[in-house]
């Protein structure tokens, strides 16, 4: 039987788990001695672990085949412990191990502002902020790791919403508001089901390189507000578009990459209700 970990085993983490278990033997790690018992019932075996522990995780890596890097920080201040010290552990780890396949997930975030133009993986990245830039440091360390016998598949995940993180939740709050901008910029989400079918299409085909993981339909902040406030009978926002907006991350991304791979997108359009 294959063994895999899942090393940071939050909301993708536990998403996933379940599916892997059909074939593999799952290990999955948190930072938070409390979320130990959640997952030993989620994972075959579960670990209280953070990514920048060589030793732990040289033993996490022992006898493993498959490796997903699921880590996120929980603030702004821990972006370099969890994902830059992490990345360049693993590459220390990864040199004498048995693990043939890692996958991450980033973000499209590495790509910047590139003013609701297409982007793609060819495209190169244009962090605009420290978070960005970590981000965008972090892809690179792991893809230094890659040699014939170890695949490296970098996954640049659009917002992520699904059971549990609804549109409703995250945009709720925005009923009735008045929004600076035109709300015109181009956003990328993924839903939960896609980002688990991703990794195990991942997995299942060894894919190396690196993949964005959005929907195959981009959406303009206003049109997403309008439509999740609409399905929900909220008020909707306004825009007041002579305030500069504060999104970032203005760009449509393809996802036609991953799609040529074979993959077929669950959701290829967003899902306001869900
Ligand atoms: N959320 C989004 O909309 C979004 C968008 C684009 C990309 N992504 C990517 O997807 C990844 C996973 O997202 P998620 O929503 O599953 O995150 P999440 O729910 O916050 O889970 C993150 C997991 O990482 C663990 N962790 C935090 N710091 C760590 C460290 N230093 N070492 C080892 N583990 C650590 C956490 O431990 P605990 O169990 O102790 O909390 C948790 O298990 C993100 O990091 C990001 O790269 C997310």
Redo the contacts with the bound molecule.
């Keep these: 039987m294959t063994n895999a970990v899942i090393?940071?085993?939050?909301?993708?983490?536990r998403s996933l788990a379940p599916r892997w278990r059909q074939t593999m033997t799952v290990t999955a790690?948190?930072?938070?001695l409390e979320?130990l018992v959640e997952l030993q019932t989620l994972a075959d075996y579960a670990v209280v672990?953070?990514?920048?522990d060589l030793a732990a995780v040289r033993s996490l890596l022992h006898n493993q085949q498959v490796l997903l890097i699921?880590?996120?920080?929980?603030n702004a201040n821990?972006y370099e412990?969890?994902?830059l010290?992490?990345a360049k552990t693993l590459v220390a780890a990864l040199k004498s191990s048995s693990v043939q396949q890692v996958i991450y997930?980033?973000?499209?975030?590495v790509y910047g502002d590139r003013g609701g133009e297409w982007v793609d993986e060819t495209t190169p990245v244009m962090p605009i902020n420290p978070k960005a830039e970590i981000?965008a440091e972090t892809e690179q360390i792991l893809l230094s790791a890659a040699h014939d016998s170890l695949k490296v598949c970098i996954l640049r995940?659009?917002?992520?919403y699904g059971a549990g993180?609804e549109l409703s939740k995250i945009f709720g709050r925005a009923a009735g508001s008045v929004r600076a901008g035109t709300g015109e910029e181009a956003s990328n989400w993924i839903h939960i089901d896609d980002i688990v079918g991703a990794i195990a299409f991942a997995q299942q085909h060894n894919l190396s390189g690196i993949y964005n993981l959005v929907g195959t339909v981009p959406i303009t902040t206003k049109e997403l507000l309008d439509r999740v406030l609409t399905a929900h009978h909220l008020p909707l926002a306004t825009w007041d578009g002579s305030q500069s907006s504060t999104r970032s991350y203005n760009a449509r991304v393809s996802n036609q990459k991953l799609r040529d791979a074979g993959y077929k997108f669950i959701y290829p359009e967003i899902q306001e209700t869900l």
């Design positions: 090393l940071g085993c939050g909301y993708v983490g790690t948190t930072t938070t979320r672990m953070k990514g920048n699921s880590v996120g920080a929980p821990a412990e969890t994902y010290h992490t997930t980033g973000s499209y975030a981000l995940l659009g917002g992520i993180r």
